[in-house]
């Protein structure tokens, strides 16, 4: 087996994606968490500066697309991507929409929302200093504040973005009321990469209760759960 390390922040969507993509393929890997100030050492690690990166057998490798791939060409038992050439396509745009635009929805509530603020502020400094928490919280809250208004959704009033963000639920519910996963016949990189950013949001957002309440979206992401 090889040596897997992931570096990490627990709350990170991208980085449950990786976990689940590790648990999915049945790989066993250890972590490194960068909570608090450490988020400094954790910005050396890769060109780009973000996290997720793994460790393979000593081989760093940043990004979790580009992981996601990595690992499927090392090990294609439990495949992450659909066979068919058209399911392929759509899995990579499920993937890449997750990553790039149900992200900011992830942000917006996590950042935007004071309880979900402090919640994630707290895990995000979880085995710290209280002297770290104090720097953090409000490092934290304004890198992502200035995220969100360059991205655009953060000039967006609540209700507006809630409406939006409801609108993609309810179109989830929808497909998933015909079919056991986003794409084709099995689990793919599609379900695990919606499925982490919404798992962050169930984390942190107090819009937990009325994401539960879309029984196919829930009952979907139990699957993805075992
Ligand atoms: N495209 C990257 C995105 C990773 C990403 O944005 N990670 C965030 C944490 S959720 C991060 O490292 N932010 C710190 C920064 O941007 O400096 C991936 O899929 O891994």
């Known amino acids: 087996m090889p040596k897997i390390i992931l570096h990490q922040w627990e709350v990170s969507p991208f980085c449950n994606k990786v976990r689940k993509i590790l648990k999915y393929k049945h790989l066993a890997y250890s972590v490194v968490n960068y909570n608090g100030l450490l988020a400094v050492a954790a910005s050396r690690l890769s060109s780009a500066g973000k996290l997720p990166v793994i460790e393979y057998d000593g081989e760093k490798v940043q990004d979790s697309s580009d992981i996601a791939e990595f690992l499927e060409a090392r090990h294609p038992q439990h495949p992450l991507y659909p066979a068919d050439s058209k399911d392929l396509a759509q899995a990579y745009f499920w993937e890449d929409w997750a990553d790039e635009s149900l992200y900011w929805f992830e942000v917006y509530f996590r950042f935007r929302y004071p309880d979900a603020l402090q919640l994630a502020t707290s895990l995000l400094c979880k085995g710290r200093s209280k002297f770290e928490q104090v720097i953090f919280a409000p490092l934290a809250r304004y890198t992502y504040e200035r995220q969100l208004n360059a991205q655009g959704i ?18 989830f ?54």
């Open 154 to 171: 953060g000039r967006i009033d609540k209700n507006r973005v809630e409406k939006k963000f409801f609108a993609h639920i309810g179109n």
């Open 173 to 226: 519910e929808t497909i998933l009321s015909q079919q056991d996963w986003l794409v084709g016949n099995h689990q793919t990189i599609a379900d695990l990469a919606v499925a982490a950013q919404i798992d962050e949001i169930l984390r942190t957002s107090p819009l937990k209760e009325r994401i539960l309440s879309y029984s196919h979206v829930k009952s979907w992401l139990e699957r993805i759960q075992s």
